[in-house]
């Protein structure tokens, strides 16, 4: 083994508590499995679902149309990614701003919706809580439209479950924007970052979610042989042990769920028993919660863990998680894209305590994410297929795609460590490279395979640096933000 290959570490980080998850028959009503469905959670990106729930409200209500252009504001711009990269004093259509938060996940074009239909988002995120409230989601409160780091913004996973089905319910005509599988804004090609569109028959939808304090989530409808289940997996340890969980929910519960017409009439009517089911005009007053938090610089679960949060009730007694095998799981990689010169859309990946190997185990080895890495990545909010900073297609470089098997690249190189998993590394290079900024705007990205006994474990390195010196200078810069690296030479 080359010396200073890997980077360990022996600190103890503290991990995401245990998942929550429910699979709802979306034609009854009924819990056909559920574990933990009412722990509190960190939504993430799943916020996205109420932003695009009120939008739908304002299209339908005739309001706004697709062709509406929305102003974008300097706050607006300034969001952490990933984000299309919105100028400010610029517009965005409201049917492109729509489908950047399906497929990317947008960070900054949620705010511009928020602000324009709203007046700032703080007024919208009131609007959404009183929303979720009106609709049943009694433990979840929003803070703000995108779902980037606040300790006080909660939900669940029942709760999740809920809006997933009444966004088909109330805006079925919109709601069919969830199965987009990529778009083009400003010429360039845009994938979503839900995996299991396309490759898990019956999944029409609807969202994926990330933050370090929130764990790996996921919201997902199925229709197939005339059955219909909404399902949520919440505070998973990485994007494929939640997607595998998904899937292995899907595969037992769909054949249990009810085939025929549904039953028990609309979930919307019998939510508003009767009355209009607009949440424009029949939400309630707007709730008081609590003034937004800034999301914090460091380890937003240190912010978190001080928190007191509302008694949970317990549980049913469930089953024991169910997981999808090997052969059942949808593969891993991307959709390619339409345009050949677009680098590959990055994977989400663990920010790991401890490396699994193959078989899903920990492995006892050196080869550990640093502390300093676990913690939360500000400017990462959900499956992040983009760190762009910039406007798309305005003539901005493109961050460059990775090297799979070796950077071929003379020179030192930045390591920044190793995990049992390719999408691991790479989110380790997404995340040091949003922490780099100039730093590492000349480096390459670089992603190489070493062999341990029977094991692969995948680098996540930066090369091109000419001297030791400024590769030295560019870990350093790196540590000054939390994220621990060593410069080594090719």
């Not at 989601?137 to 995108?146: C, D, E, I, P, V």
């Amino acid at each position: 083994m080359v010396a200073g290959a890997m980077v360990a570490t022996t600190s103890v980080v503290a991990v995401a508590a245990p998942k929550s998850a429910i699979v709802v028959d979306g034609k009854t009503g009924k819990v056909l499995y559920q574990s933990d469905p009412d722990g509190l959670r960190h939504p993430a990106s799943l916020t996205k679902m109420m932003t695009l729930y009120l939008l739908f409200s304002e299209l339908e209500s005739g309001k706004i149309n697709l062709n509406t252009r929305l102003k974008v504001s300097t706050y607006a711009s300034r969001q952490a990614p990933t984000k299309l990269g919105l100028r400010p004093g610029s517009t965005i259509a409201v049917r492109d701003a729509m489908l950047g938060l399906i497929t990317r996940s947008a960070n900054d074009a949620a705010v511009v919706i928020a602000e324009n239909l709203g007046g700032s988002e703080s007024a919208f995120a009131q609007r959404m809580t009183a929303t979720a409230r009106s609709l049943g989601m009694s433990r979840t409160t929003f803070l703000n439209a995108n779902g980037l780091p606040n300790p006080n913004q909660w939900t669940t996973a029942r709760d999740m479950v809920t809006l997933g089905r009444a966004l088909q319910e109330r805006y079925p005509t919109y709601y069919r924007y969830f199965s987009t599988r990529s778009f083009v804004y400003n010429g360039k090609t845009i994938g979503n970052h839900n995996r299991l569109l396309g490759k898990v028959e019956g999944v029409d939808g609807i969202k994926t979610g990330y933050t370090n304090a929130s764990g790996f989530n996921i919201v997902s409808s199925v229709k197939r042989d005339d059955r219909y289940i909404v399902a949520s997996v919440m505070g998973g340890g990485s994007a494929a042990s939640r997607d595998k969980q998904m899937v292995g929910m899907i595969d037992r519960y769909m054949p249990t769920a009810y085939a025929g017409p549904a039953k028990g009439g609309s979930m919307i009517a019998r939510m508003f028993k009767g009355k209009s089911a607009g949440p424009v005009d029949d939400v309630p007053p707007p709730v008081a919660i609590a003034k937004p938090v800034p999301a914090p610089d460091t380890n937003d679960d240190v912010a978190v863990a001080a928190l007191a949060p509302p008694p949970v009730a317990k549980p049913e007694a469930a089953p024991e998680i169910v997981e999808a095998s090997a052969a059942q799981m949808p593969s891993a990689a991307p959709q390619p894209l339409a345009l050949a010169s677009e680098p590959e859309p990055a994977v989400d990946g663990p920010r790991m305590v401890f490396v699994q190997g193959p078989s899903g185990k920990p492995v006892a080895s050196p080869v550990v994410v640093t502390a300093s890495v676990t913690g939360p990545v500000p400017t990462a909010d959900d499956d992040s297929a983009s760190n762009d900073t910039g406007a798309i297609g305005e003539g901005d470089a493109e961050d460059a795609a990775p090297v799979r098997t070796g950077s071929g690249i003379s020179g030192w190189k930045v390591q920044i460590a190793a995990t049992a998993s390719e999408d691991g590394a790479q989110s380790l290079l997404d995340a040091a490279k949003a922490k780099g900024g100039k730093a590492l705007a000349a480096a390459q990205p670089s992603i190489e395979t070493v062999k341990k006994g029977d094991e692969t474990f995948f680098r996540a390195r930066f090369a091109g640096f000419e001297t030791k010196a400024k590769a030295r200078a560019a870990c350093d810069a790196l540590k000054k933000r939390d994220v621990s690296c060593l410069a080594i030479p090719d």
